[in-house]
């Protein structure tokens, strides 16, 4: 007995250090220099917690924990393999199997204890596998929609938002009936159900462009359920980390909301696309002056400063590299190329710093919004590679836009800017971009990668 | 139990504060990575699925405390690698470029 006891007291203090060190990866997370610091802590603690684990007394058999450890591994190795240009989608499943592993062992703790369970463990536990059922779902589908196995446009229909929050109801109001009538067991699959089935509905009105909030605020929630099954099987590490997470999401969700001008019941339940796609039926053709690749190369070397705006276009044109080589062809000739990146350009928040530090562009060339956006008056050219609504001045100026009051990238204000698109045709959410039509505006109509390819050799040639 | 219980709230509200605390100072330029590095840490959520299915109570929770550990272990291992992955990949034009550090 007294030795079980000795174990146990050193299995919390392993589980101490590992949150410690937890807190610290978080902490040195906050700069570059010190980032990798932070994952060899996190990946300090990870083992020891593990390692601790293992020697817990109540463990009799270890084979099937082995066999799933190797499994979870070799399934582990490819996901962190995957290409930068799918980390968003990646991102999303790791949400998804994150919940699923809460989701799973709620409901084994569930029946291990029903019909014992406590008012207060029956509370936490509800919510465990509401938040867990959900995120689970909800992350599946936006990965399936990241990875277009789904469409991404917002799907809609009449009374959307009354069922959703009909299934909420049920959820809710069946954990609680479960909470005062613990032996009620049939319904505890009703919960897990019905929040499986709310996952699915709350992200299929979301659209792309929303992806990066959508993903945070899954984050949050993914934290919070760990947090819950914390409370369940008292671990106070798992609190910690659960609690981490759940800021770390909801941090996230903030910023994105706010670079969006929105609130987070909009996103949830406002189906962004569909008001756009009526809102641009109306615009039609306006001149717009267009340029070739020869013309944007003589521009771009005839400039002092130039700022490239990069954003989801570029991702999925796998443009990042060219710009690199424009970015060394333009640095060779004396031109300072800076990049502005907009907290929501992209499918997750910082998308584009990742794409472009894997191309090898220095991350100090990277310049936040608000860093920027004075600097564009003395800008010669601003260069836009695959972005849309974050450069349209309709947020600015136009009340009646959808967009209308979202914190936008002034590229306007520069001297020339140069916008390479595919075609005139609305962007994913359908708003039209009076950007196109000034005065100041050179369209560049192509394909990403192909026309910074094309005014990368232009820019050679001159030499 | 009742006191257990206090102690975990206390616990999760200080956790949260650290969490705000630490992670509102995390640069945007991080922010893809901070969210892999949080999903990989979150999966510590792995432990309770070790323990139960060392447990044995019962076939039922030994086969969701399976699936619940591969899922878990896929999410630390990938998720360490995947940040380590792209934390390398950032690199600052100072040290190897001198003469960009011009103002």
């Known amino acids: 007995m007294t030795e079980f006891a000795g174990s146990q007291y050193l299995i919390e203090i392993v589980y101490l250090i590992a949150s410690a060190l937890f807190i610290l990866s978080l902490k040195w997370m906050s700069s570059p220099a010190t980032a990798r610091h932070g994952i060899l802590a996190g990946e300090i603690g990870m083992v020891l917690a593990i390692g601790g684990t293992l020697l817990h007394h109540g463990i009799v058999d270890y084979k099937w924990i082995i066999i799933a450890l190797v499994l979870g591994t070799g399934i582990g190795i490819p996901l962190g393999m995957v290409q930068m240009t799918a980390v968003p989608q990646r991102t999303a499943l790791s949400h998804a199997f994150g919940a699923l592993c809460v989701t799973l062992v709620g409901t084994a703790e569930f029946y291990l204890r029903s019909p014992n369970v406590p008012k207060f463990m029956m509370s936490v536990l509800s919510m465990e596998v509401i938040l867990g059922g959900l995120t689970f779902t909800g992350s599946l589908m936006a990965a399936g929609k990241l990875q277009e196995i789904l469409p991404q446009r917002p799907i809609t229909y009449k009374g959307q938002n009354l069922v959703n929050l009909l299934l909420f109801c049920v959820a809710v109001g069946s954990s609680v009936y479960l909470v005062l009538h613990p032996e009620a067991k049939v319904f505890f699959p009703i919960i897990v159900g019905v929040s499986l089935i709310f996952g699915v509905l709350l992200v299929i009105p979301i659209g792309g ?122 640095t060779k000739k004396g031109v300072e190329v800076r990049f502005a990146i907009h907290p929501v350009a992209g499918r997750m928040p910082g998308h584009m710093n990742v794409l472009l530090a894997e191309a090898d562009i220095p991350y100090d060339r990277l310049i936040e919004m608000d860093e920027i956006n004075g600097d564009f008056p003395q800008t010669d050219v601003a260069l836009i590679i695959g972005a849309n609504d974050v450069t349209n001045p309709a947020a600015r100026t136009d009340q009646s836009s959808p967009i209308f009051g979202m914190p936008i990238l002034d590229v306007d204000k520069a001297h020339t800017v140069m916008v390479i698109k595919r075609s005139m045709s609305p962007g994913f959410a359908g708003i039209d971009n009076p950007l196109y039509y ?26 | 139990m009742g006191s257990n219980l206090i102690d975990a709230l206390f616990v999760f509200m200080l956790a949260a504060f650290i969490g705000f605390e630490v992670i509102r100072h995390v640069s945007p330029l991080l922010h893809t990575p901070l969210m892999s590095l949080t999903n990989a840490l979150d999966a510590i959520a792995v432990v309770g699925a070790i323990v139960l299915v060392g447990e044995k109570k019962s076939t039922f929770a030994t086969v969701l405390g399976v699936i619940a550990i591969v899922a878990a272990t896929s999410n630390v291992v990938g998720g360490f690698f995947i940040t380590d992955r792209m934390l390398r990949m950032f690199k600052t034009s100072r040290p190897t470029k001198p003469q960009l550090t011009k103002p």
Not at chain 1, 250 to 268: D, P, Q, W, Y
Not at chain 1, 303 to 315: E, H, Q, S, T, W
């Open chain 1, 209 to 330: 462009a929303d992806m990066p909030t959508v993903i945070s605020l899954l984050n949050s929630y993914a934290g919070l359920s760990a947090a819950a099954m914390g409370f369940v099987i008292n671990s106070k590490l798992l609190i910690i980390a659960g609690a981490l997470d759940g800021s770390s999401g909801l941090i996230l969700s903030i910023i994105m909301s706010k670079a969006m001008n929105r609130s987070f019941a909009n996103v949830l339940f406002g189906a962004f696309g569909q008001v756009h796609a009526s809102a641009a039926a109306g615009q039609e053709a306006k001149p717009v002056r267009s340029a070739t690749a020869e013309e944007a190369a003589a521009i771009l070397s005839a400039a002092n400063k130039v700022v490239i705006v990069p954003g989801y276009g570029m991702a999925v044109a796998q443009a990042q590299h060219k710009v690199r080589e424009l970015y060394d062809a333009l």
């Open chain 1, 438 to 463: 000034l005065e100041n505006t050179l369209m560049l109509f192509g394909d990403a990668k192909q026309f910074v390819g094309a005014i990368v050799r232009e820019l050679g040639g001159g030499h």
